[in-house]
């Protein structure tokens, strides 16, 4: 039979029906054996109703009347242009923002770089600086941000794609 | 406390009525899930006034981005979704004190989780206990990080599957059981407190074999 401490973070997940099968049936013969094991299950379950009632008890006290139509009026009051249009577009860049913001950066670097080359004082012959050194963009992970790095005869300038990743969400 | 396959389907098509501007199907919406998500943002803020406007301010949302949902996830667990993040940021707003959490591989309190039950607190006193735990655990609930008083809330009160944890708390199912686990034995704790025990021995590991 497994040991407690193999058990114990399973009788979360066993109880909340989580657990694949094969884990479940070495959890539940564990449990026939072990009663510290099967109150430890019983003390998460109870745990579990006790938060349920305390919540619902209270929140079955609030007076719900009213509430549907003070939403609808609110919407209503919400110009329909200016409700759905910049929604949209907000909607999109959050559900997307890393694929635009990469998207956005290499376009930026394409066009700096093509700029660069376009410029009316590049030399004719191939002995230039930008012959040799042509522009480059690398997009790099920076750990918690990506990013692209242009890279010039004479800088290089990073253009970041996507916000700082370094506060989860 | 998820949707049965009726309730999603009657959502569906709910939610393309409303979508299509029908405010009769919107207003339904909006009756079927309305005390849930107060009861989730009460939840999180212990501050009935406060879930008031977050479940308003979350059904407004849900009008506004209504054209956009695809149906990828259900209706409720976006609905949810907003909810959470919106009584997130309210919390933030108030700067309440975040507390640093591990997410996984918390040894002590894998240890802590070997503490047997008390008498107080399992067995067949637990059910006349049950009383005085209700009274205690929004206090309780109150104490434990954001993230842990999320995920209790949403798997305890509103009965979410680890699916549908992972896509409201955007976490992945791996994470989902060990915040769970963690937040479990934060309670627990916290309970232990409030009825005054002292930490129990800790148990035989060997204990079961």
Known sequence: MKRCAEVVPLLGPLLDGALPDDDGLWVADHLRGCSSCRDRQALIAAQGAALREALAARSARLDLSGFTDRVL???????????????????????????????????????????VFLAPNRPDDDSGPLADNSPQVEEVDFGTRDGAVLQLPAQTTVIWMSDDRGIPQ | MSEGPKEAGDDRALV????????????????????????????????????????????????RYLPSFKGDSSFFTWTYRIAMNLSLDAQRRRARSERV???????????????????????????ALNSELRGRMEEALATLSENHRSILLL??????????????????????????????????????????EDAPEKSDPEEGE
């Open chain 2, 155 to 196: 798997r305890e009160v509103e009965g979410l599957s680890y699916e549908e944890l992972s896509k409201v708390l955007g976490i992945r199912k791996g994470t989902v059981m060990s915040r769970l686990f963690h937040a479990r034995l934060k309670m627990q704790k916290q309970l232990r407190e409030y009825l005054g």
């Open chain 2, 16 to 63: 393309k009525a409303a979508q299509r501007g029908d405010g009769q199907a919107f207003r339904k919406l909006v009756e079927r899930y309305q005390r849930r998500v107060v009861q989730l943002a009460l939840g999180m803020t212990r501050d009935p006034d406060e879930a008031m406007d977050i479940a308003q301010e979350t059904f407004v949302r849900v009008h």
């Open chain 1, 73 to 115: 009026a609110r919407v209503a009051a919400q110009p329909d242009h200016a409700s759905r249009t910049p929604v949209w577009g907000r909607e999109m860049w959050w559900a997307h923002k890393g694929a635009l913001s990469a998207a956005g950066g290499l376009l930026a670097a394409a066009c700096m770089a093509l700029a």
């Open chain 2, 101 to 127: 959490e591990l997410e996984e591989g918390d040894e002590a309190e894998i240890e802590a989780a070997m503490d047997p039950p008390s008498a107080a607190l399992a067995g067949p006193q637990r059910q």
